[in-house]
C-alpha cells in the first residue's frame, strides 16, 4: 500500500524559508512523477512544482526563484525548498505521485497518490 507523509510545515515570518518533506513508503516504480501543490480553504488547488524521476523540473510562475523541488530516490523522499516566502504562500501543502502524466509532469495527480498535507503559515 502506497504512503506518502508530509512533514516540514510551519509558521514563519515573510522572507522566512521552510523546507517540506515528503516520504513514500509502498512506491516500487521506478519511473514516476512528483510534485506538491497547495490549497487554501475556499480555493482550488493547485499545483506549485513538480518532479519526474528523471530530474526534469516545472514550476509555477509565482514560485520560481524562491521554492525548489527535489528528491532524493535512495531516501524515498521528496522535497521543497521554499525561501523569500511571502503571506500569499500561505496554504495547506500536498505532496502527490503518479505514474501516469506527461513528460513535465503536470498531469495525472488526480488518479495518483496523495498525502495529508503539511500547513504553511506565513505572517506578514
Known amino acids: 500500500q502506497v504512503q506518502l507523509v508530509e512533514s516540514g510545515g510551519g509558521s514563519v515570518q515573510a522572507g522566512g524559508s521552510l523546507r517540506l518533506a515528503c516520504t513514500a513508503s509502498g512506491y516500487t516504480y521506478s519511473s514516476y512523477c512528483m510534485a506538491w501543490f497547495r490549497q487554501v480553504p475556499g480555493e482550488e488547488r493547485e499545483r506549485v512544482a513538480a518532479?519526474?524521476?528523471?530530474?526534469?523540473?516545472s514550476y509555477k510562475d509565482s514560485v520560481k526563484g524562491r521554492f525548489t523541488i527535489s528528491l532524493d530516490k535512495a531516501k524515498n523522499t521528496l522535497y521543497l525548498q521554499m525561501n523569500s516566502l511571502k503571506p500569499e504562500d500561505a496554504a495547506m501543502y500536498y505532496c502527490?505521485?503518479?505514474?501516469?502524466?506527461?513528460?513535465?509532469?503536470?498531469?495525472?495527480?488526480?488518479?495518483?497518490?496523495w498525502g495529508q498535507g503539511t500547513q504553511v503559515t506565513v505572517s506578514s
Open positions: 502527490a505521485a503518479t505514474r501516469f502524466s506527461n513528460v513535465y509532469c503536470t498531469t495525472g495527480y488526480e488518479s495518483g497518490y
Open positions: 518532479i519526474s524521476t528523471y530530474g526534469r523540473t
